[in-house]
């Protein structure tokens, strides 16, 4: 069983910049696909960035392209989101999400995609 631990959320003004970190228990870190999502209240949960096994090809949403950057560390079972150039409306709970599926892919974009995910951490931004 997987277990994904966010952490480093919080308040930043606008324009600021914030990391949030995704620590991974259980199973090989290495051999999972991961992903970065975020909802807000009343609102579906959306895909933000994505990295594969290696780390070696990563993907972002286009609200985010350019500003956040998703990086991991295998020895250190962790993935992280680097966020600068923040906005009131990337203003969620960020969620890390791991796929350990059988994948032909290197990269993954849906909420399905994914079979792990952690509790979030909330990100807010203010104006």
């Known amino acids: 069983q997987v277990q994904l631990v966010e952490s480093g959320g919080g308040l930043v003004q606008t324009g600021g910049s914030l990391s949030v970190s995704c620590a991974a228990s259980g199973g090989t870190f290495s051999r999972y696909i991961m992903g970065w999502f975020r909802q807000a209240p009343g609102k579906e949960r959306e895909f933000v960035a994505t990295i594969s096994r290696s780390g070696g090809s990563t993907d972002y949403a286009d609200s985010v392209k350019g500003r956040f950057t998703i990086s991991r560390d295998n020895a250190k079972n962790s993935v992280y989101l680097q966020m600068k150039s923040l906005k009131p409306e990337d203003t969620d709970v960020y969620y890390c999400?791991?796929?350990?599926?059988?994948?032909?892919?290197?990269?993954?974009?849906?909420?399905?995609?994914?079979?792990?995910w952690g509790q979030g951490t909330q990100v807010s931004v203010s104006s």
């Open positions: 999400a791991a796929r350990n599926k059988y994948s032909v892919a290197n990269l993954y974009y849906t909420l399905n995609d994914y079979n792990y």
